[in-house]
């Protein structure tokens, strides 16, 4: 089986690079899609990819500084959506061209140590006859157009997570991911759903009846091969984390308000320690 990488990236240069260590191992097809860094020192050398392409930085250099100040103020993400969207369409409509059974995207800050996970999903998809395998943030509030947490998910939600996606070839092939349109600018998630959502309708298909899902959080940490940035996963046990999201997936937005609540006092008190 052949399997092709479309990577979105930024900065995080030493965690792509050592990706695509791994990824040269497993003789996948890398496809590296760069947003610049503004920094020659954390630009990928485009040699060990079979296709890299950097495009310019949206935030006007400093892209960092930018979402770090979003997600202290607590504010929706402008620039993120917009990158991401533009970079993985540039990305799945280079791919399509090359001999792949399946493609996996991911961004910079997640990192590949080895497919054995990825490799068990797909042959899950394969079994379940399933067409685009994602995370999904089930029980959560994510944002809407207008900027505000109003867009609860619940347990037929078509939102998938960026940070770690897989379809088949067959599906870029006619189109998938290789135009995706900015449907929310504040909501990279909803952008990636809709656009299955329309290859879909397209197809006559639908989302449930082609979607196998990896997992209803975000990050899960039992994924054999792939590592989450550090910063975005939960820091409680992971038996405790897989429990409560299980209670989320189970009920409505009332019972994920109260979670949610609790949480949040937890967090806050944490972070003053």
Same mark, same amino acid.
């Given at each position: 089986m052949?399997i092709?990488?479309?990577?979105?990236?930024y900065d995080e240069i030493?965690?792509v690079?050592?990706?695509?260590?791994?990824?040269?191992e497993?003789?996948?097809?890398?496809i590296?899609?760069?947003s610049?860094?503004?920094?020659?020192?954390?630009i990928?050398?485009?040699e060990?990819?079979?296709?890299y392409?950097?495009?310019s930085d949206i935030?006007?250099?400093?892209y960092r500084e930018?979402?770090?100040?979003e997600?202290k103020?607590?504010k929706p993400?402008?620039?993120?959506p917009k990158?991401l969207?533009?970079?993985?369409s540039k990305g799945?409509s280079i791919?399509k061209?090359?001999?792949?059974?399946?493609v996996v995207?991911?961004?910079g800050?997640?990192?590949i140590t080895s497919?054995?996970g990825i490799?068990? #999903?797909?042959? *899950?998809m =394969?079994?379940s006859? /399933?067409?685009?395998?994602?995370t999904?943030?089930?029980?959560?509030d994510?944002?809407g157009?207008?900027?505000?947490l109003?867009?609860?998910q619940?347990?037929?939600?078509?939102?998938?997570m960026?940070q770690f996606f897989?379809t088949?070839?067959?599906a870029?092939?006619?189109g998938?991911?290789c135009e995706i349109?900015?449907?929310?600018k504040?909501?990279?998630e909803q952008c990636?759903?809709?656009?299955i959502l329309?290859y879909?309708?397209?197809?006559?298909?639908?989302?449930?009846?082609?979607?196998?899902r990896?997992?209803?959080?975000a990050y899960?940490?039992?994924?054999?091969? #792939?590592?989450? *940035?550090p =910063?975005q996963l939960? /820091?409680?046990?992971?038996v405790?984390?897989?429990?409560i999201?299980?209670?989320r997936?189970c009920n409505?937005?009332?019972?994920?308000?109260i979670?949610t609540?609790f949480?949040k006092r937890?967090?806050?008190?944490?972070?003053?320690?």
């Amino acid at each position: 089986m052949k399997i092709g990488f479309v990577i979105s990236m930024y900065d995080e240069i030493n965690i792509v690079n050592e990706t695509i260590k791994k990824l040269h191992e497993n003789k996948c097809v890398i496809i590296v899609i760069q947003s610049d860094p503004g920094d020659k020192k954390k630009i990928v050398n485009s040699e060990i990819c079979d296709f890299y392409e950097m495009m310019s930085d949206i935030s006007d250099g400093n892209y960092r500084e930018k979402i770090e100040q979003e997600h202290k103020e607590r504010k929706p993400e402008f620039v993120g959506p917009k990158a991401l969207t533009r970079n993985f369409s540039k990305g799945f409509s280079i791919i399509k061209n090359f001999d792949v059974d399946y493609v996996v995207a991911i961004t910079g800050d997640t990192k590949i140590t080895s497919l054995d996970g990825i490799l068990k #999903i797909i042959k *899950n998809m =394969e079994n379940s006859n /399933k067409m685009v395998g994602g995370t999904r943030n089930v029980g959560y509030d994510m944002w809407g157009e207008d900027g505000e947490l109003n867009r609860f998910q619940d347990k037929k939600s078509t939102q998938i997570m960026p940070q770690f996606f897989i379809t088949s070839t067959f599906a870029v092939k006619n189109g998938l991911f290789c135009e995706i349109n900015r449907t929310n600018k504040y909501n990279t998630e909803q952008c990636l759903g809709d656009e299955i959502l329309r290859y879909c309708k397209e197809k006559n298909i639908k989302f449930l009846d082609c979607f196998y899902r990896i997992c209803d959080f975000a990050y899960p940490r039992f994924l054999e091969g #792939i590592e989450y *940035n550090p =910063e975005q996963l939960s /820091k409680i046990p992971e038996v405790f984390e897989k429990f409560i999201n299980w209670i989320r997936y189970c009920n409505g937005k009332t019972v994920n308000d109260i979670i949610t609540y609790f949480f949040k006092r937890i967090e806050g008190s944490m972070n003053k320690n």
